[in-house]
Structures are given as C-alpha cells and as structure tokens.
C-alpha cells in the first residue's frame, strides 16, 4: 500500500490564498487611500476658488461703494435743497397771503352786510355777520366760493335777529382757507395769458 502526503500540497495553497486575500486588502486600502487623496484635493481647490470669489467680490464692493456714497449724499443734498425751498415758498406765503386774503373778503362784502366775527384755526374758517336779508347773504357766500383763497365755503346756519330795531339775518359760514392760492391763481392767470390772441388779425 502505497500513502501519498498532500499536506505541502494545501498548505501551499492556503498560503496562495493568504496572500491573495492580503493583496486585495492592499488593493482595498490603497484605493481609499487614494480616493480620501482626490476628495482633499478637489475639496481643497474649490475652497480656494471659493475664497477667489469673495476676494473678486469684496474688491467691486469697496470700488463701488465710494460712487454710490457720492449718489447718496447729492441724492441727500437734493433734498435738504427742496425742503429749503418749500419752507421759503411757504414763508414768503404766509407774509403776503393774510393781506390778500383780507383784501378778498372786503371785496366780496356786500355793501348791506357786516361782519361780525373771522376766526383761522389751522385753516379752518369761520365766518359770522349779519346781512339785510338772505339774498345779500347769499350773495356774499357766492362771492367768497369764487375767491382763489377760500375753498369749500358753506353756509352752516342762518337766524333773524333783531338789530336796533330792524330785522336782519344773522349767518354762520365755514370753510378752508388757502393762503398760496392767490398766488398760485395769478401764476396760472400769467401762464395763460397769451401775447396774442389766437385767430385774431390786425
């Protein structure tokens, strides 16, 4: 009988084996190895890009920034200027306007009406007198509503009273008043005022 010792054999061949198994663990790790490697590298460039990015950005910010501030500030100035101007316009107004508007409302009395009382609250008027009759009072808040200084006069109340012995109506007017619209009227009047006729020939 003749034995054969195939152990050499096997453990040669599970030694292949290890080291097989070895080699692909190498292989494994090597390859991970290089991917981590990769993923740093294009992790680290785009962080770099990045931060080009915000350089190049931060850079056309700071040069802008000194036109817009210069855009602002004129932009700031122009309206500090208008604000001046309106508060002049309204100052010189309120100079000439009262007197104007007095002249307005003695133009507008009729000659058989008196007033009694004229009171200005921020612009809200109140106007009492006494008239011969409800024509001349009528006639009296017409006259006002076409005066370029008043604006929506309305008669609140009438009542007879007895005045020395002669019957008249007492009247209560309100209304609004306009100090610029004098001014205002006689702008729009010059504006309009053509040097000559149209259609007219000498």
């Given at each position: 009988m003749i034995r054969i010792n195939l152990l050499p054999a096997e453990d040669a061949a599970r030694a292949a084996g290890r080291r097989h198994d070895i080699a692909l663990g190498a292989f494994?790790?090597?390859?991970?190895?290089?991917?981590?490697i990769v993923a740093h590298t294009w992790q680290h460039a785009r962080l770099a890009s990045v931060e080009r990015e915000q350089r190049r950005l931060t850079q056309e910010l700071v040069a802008i920034q000194g036109p817009y501030a210069d855009v602002t500030r004129i932009e700031q100035q122009k309206q500090e200027l208008r604000e001046k101007l309106r508060v002049i316009a309204e100052l010189e107004t309120r100079k000439v306007g009262p007197v104007r508007l007095l002249e307005d409302l003695g133009g507008a009395t009729p000659d058989k009406l008196w007033l009694l009382e004229f009171a200005d609250n921020g612009g809200a008027v109140k106007i009492s007198g006494l008239g011969v009759d409800?024509?001349?009072?009528?006639?009296f808040l017409r006259r006002l509503a076409t005066s370029p200084y008043f604006r929506r006069v309305d008669l609140e109340e009438t009542s007879q009273v007895d005045q020395d012995g002669i019957k008249h109506k007492k009247f209560l007017i309100s209304g609004q008043i306009d100090?610029?619209?004098?001014?205002?009227?006689?702008?729009?009047?010059?504006?309009?005022?053509?040097?000559k006729a149209p259609g007219v020939r000498r």
């Open positions: 494994v790790i090597a390859l991970s190895i290089f991917g981590l409800e024509q001349t009072v009528a006639d100090y610029a619209g004098g001014v205002r009227g006689a702008t729009e009047a010059s504006a309009a005022m053509p040097g």
